[in-house]
């Protein structure tokens, strides 16, 4: 404010410039001005947006490293990874075995045998034993160690499990985003699709897209109307009305999942009603949990008010007189809604449904939850690599590949309704 | 919203038939939330509506799960209930642990996010913020990013710094979910405070602290409390994160429910659950009068 004060006293010098009390030309003291509100401004930003980079970027950044990058064969085993790199493209030859055997050796005693043969055993499955097996009989493998290490189990001599080490061999690789799309190295070194039934992330994206799809068709079609219903009605109504919106929205998430749990279980609410009244036999009950129809029920009710408060946002401002200049000029009540009222509404339709779209693509505790087999999304794979089969870096790159999906419609969703724009409640 | 008079049959018999779709919809909203409120008081261990309680036999109801949350974990639930079995309630109760870790992480979680969100919001309300909009998206974009992916990248800052398994570490990570709550609430409040009063404080002499403290934030509390309450409730019911980097040490409610729903689920989960409906209606109500005392404050609402 001060700077103001001065740059307001300015006087003009003899040559017309004008210049502030201290002498100073005036461009130059505004710009100054100017340049310390700006550092000011952003001095106040600057404590959360470095505990932001610190408890989000930064970890988020990790995880992507994660899921290129992973050194357990080439710390475990460094002679054999020395011979790769001296030997590029070569058949294991005598100098290959007795790396190995000097590395699992090694091994043995730092007790990493298990974690190097779990890592090749995401590429070659079943050869973590071969890594176990073998190291526990290493300090009694005597030259030449070809034909030692193939005595004790003569997998060793497969070329895929040798295309395999090659690749773990490389600290940075593209291998689990190769895994994350259904890909494997054949014995020969090429790119191919996995087997048949190897074959669930692409269809787990898939299907995570269209389940999230149909969630958010739904919630337009029930949050439309309510929205209508709330933009219309006085406003002392409306806000009764919006609380009904807002407290599903206010109440936990797992309060939801529960409640949904209980309405829709085979011995739960909705079927005893049903069998109750004789609609459906006792051993008809429906099959409504643990199967995607669960997860569309639920996820549809707990995303629906993030469809409706938007829309009823866009729907307040919309002023009923073109809707009636419409009808006094001929048109029917249809061609009316169609042509003047929902075209107004876009905004709001384009808001609620990329943010219903982006929260259903990630979401997990519902699905894990009422989701079965069937109705699992991307997310519930990510959490068994993560908490499970312990694959982090698989884990890492599906998670990576998600949130690519997820930074798109970000983007999306700011270019069509800006992220300033966004309204809680 | 009245029918206009010259509205035909058809129109008429669609306009009652919208209502009932309403009703219908936003019975869809809220029945299921209602409907575990009164099974919470199930005499059986069962999820649905046994044949005494559509009679309404009192019979039929008890307080028996609510009455099991707090010997549940108790060292003897079957002592005489005095000073001693409350205390024992208090130090050994599974759910009452639970609930003193939901309180303690939200309250500082909350504090933190609160505190360094208002600061930015500040900031980021100024017209002459450089790079706003950039700073707004990545400042708001832990509500978008999926919570599992969040999950994983703490899992794995926080094994290679030391804060996995620590009240630091959930409250950190649970302030960072809260952080978009607080900047959403706090910069639409400031959207609409008037400038000039800073100008005219300054003019009347206050430095920026002074004006701060007495022009400003008095007039944009409600918006602070409210994005406050809305990271008090992230973090109160967020379960992914904690079960991702916490142990067993910091047991809260949602991740207690998530464990008793996927163990095995029983009607204490839905006397929990009513609780935790009761507490979302109190919040939200302070929510509501909130806004209305902000937009009367404001001078935007007549009432």
Same mark, same amino acid.
């Given at each position: ?244 919106? $807002? ?32 609609? $459906? ?116 790159? $599906? ?27 | ?303």
């Amino acid at each position: 404010m001060t700077d103001m004060a001065d740059t307001a006293q300015m006087q003009t010098d003899v040559a017309g410039a004008l210049r502030t009390p201290d002498g100073r030309p005036l461009k130059q003291a505004l710009a100054q001005a100017e340049r310390r509100a700006k550092i000011r401004a952003f001095l106040l930003v600057l404590p959360l947006l470095a505990f932001v980079l610190l408890t989000f970027i930064i970890p988020i950044g990790q995880m992507l490293s994660r899921s290129v990058l992973n050194d357990t064969f080439s710390a475990n085993m460094p002679a054999l990874t020395e011979w790769f790199r001296e030997n590029p493209g070569a058949q294991p030859d005598e100098a290959a075995f007795e790396a190995l055997v000097l590395d699992l050796r090694v091994a043995r005693e730092s007790r990493t045998q298990g974690a190097v043969g779990t890592r090749i055993n995401y590429e070659v499955p079943g050869t973590r034993s071969l890594f176990t097996g073998t190291a526990r009989r290493v300090d009694s493998l005597e030259p030449p160690f070809r034909e030692a290490v193939l005595d004790v189990d003569e997998n060793w001599a497969r070329r895929d499990l040798w295309a395999a080490m090659r690749s773990a061999a490389q600290p940075v690789t593209l291998n689990f985003y190769q895994a994350a799309v259904d890909r494997k190295i054949s014995p020969e070194g090429r790119f191919q699709r996995a087997d048949d039934q190897s074959r669930i992330y692409v269809k787990l994206f898939i299907r995570t897209f269209l389940l999230s799809l149909v969630i958010t068709g739904l919630c337009l079609i029930l949050g439309f109307p309510v929205a209508h219903l709330l933009a219309v009605l006085p406003m002392r109504k409306a806000s009764l009305l919006l609380i009904l919106v $807002l407290l599903p929205f206010w109440t936990s998430l797992l309060v939801r999942t529960t409640s949904w749990m209980v309405l829709l279980q085979g011995q739960g609410v909705i079927n005893n009603t049903l069998v109750a009244l004789g609609i $459906l036999s006792d051993d008809g009950r429906l099959a409504m949990m643990y199967n995607q129809t669960g997860t569309i029920i639920a996820m549809t009710h707990i995303l629906l008010p993030f469809m409706i408060l938007p829309l009823y946002s866009v729907m307040k401002t919309i002023p009923p007189s073109y809707a009636r200049a419409a009808r006094s000029l001929g048109a029917t009540s249809w061609t009316t809604f169609r042509r003047i009222y929902v075209p107004q509404t876009v905004p709001g339709i384009g808001a609620g449904a990329i943010l219903v779209f982006i929260l259903a693509v990630g979401y997990y505790i519902t699905p894990a939850l009422v989701g079965g087999a069937t109705g699992t999304l991307i997310s519930n794979q990510i959490a068994f690599h993560m908490l499970s089969s312990l694959n982090w870096s698989l884990a890492a790159a $599906l998670a990576a590949m998600l949130l690519a999906a997820v930074l798109v419609l970000y983007w999306v969703y700011d270019r069509i309704v800006g992220i300033d724009n966004m309204k809680l409640g | 919203m009245a029918l206009p008079i010259y509205a035909s049959p058809l129109e008429r018999l669609w306009h009652y038939v919208y209502l009932v779709l309403c009703g219908l919809i936003f019975f869809f909203l809220i029945a299921p939330i209602l409907v575990i409120i009164p099974l919470s008081f199930n005499a059986e261990p069962y999820f649905t509506f046994t044949q005494k309680m559509l009679t309404f036999d009192s019979e039929g109801y008890s307080m028996r799960w609510y009455d099991n949350l707090l010997t549940f974990g108790m060292q003897e639930p079957g002592a005489a209930r005095d000073g001693n079995w409350w205390a024992d309630v208090w130090t050994n109760a599974a759910w009452v642990k639970a609930a003193k870790n939901s309180v303690i992480i939200g309250f500082f979680a909350t504090i933190l996010a609160t505190s360094l969100g208002t600061l930015a919001a500040l900031g980021l309300s100024r017209p002459e913020m450089p790079y706003q909009k950039a700073i707004m998206a990545v400042l708001i974009s832990p509500m978008i990013v999926p919570i599992i992916i969040t999950a994983t990248g703490l899992f794995f800052f926080y094994s290679a710094t030391g804060l996995a398994n620590s009240y630091l570490g959930v409250i950190l990570a649970h302030a960072t979910l809260g952080i978009p709550f607080v900047i959403i609430t706090v910069t639409a409040t400031l959207a609409g405070f008037d400038r000039s009063l800073l100008r005219a404080s300054a003019n009347l002499g206050a430095g920026p602290v002074r004006t701060f403290f007495k022009v400003q934030l008095p007039l944009i509390t409600p918006g602070v409390v409210s994005g406050a309450l809305f990271a008090f409730v992230t973090s109160f019911d967020e379960v992914v994160v904690v079960l991702f980097v916490g142990s067993h040490e910091q047991q809260t409610i949602p991740r207690q429910m998530w464990n008793g729903i996927r163990e095995q689920i029983s009607p204490s989960i839905l006397a929990v659950a009513t609780l935790l409906v009761i507490i979302s209606i109190a919040l939200l109500t302070t929510v509501e009068l909130l806004r209305r005392r902000s937009e009367r404050l404001r001078g935007m609402s007549p009432t």
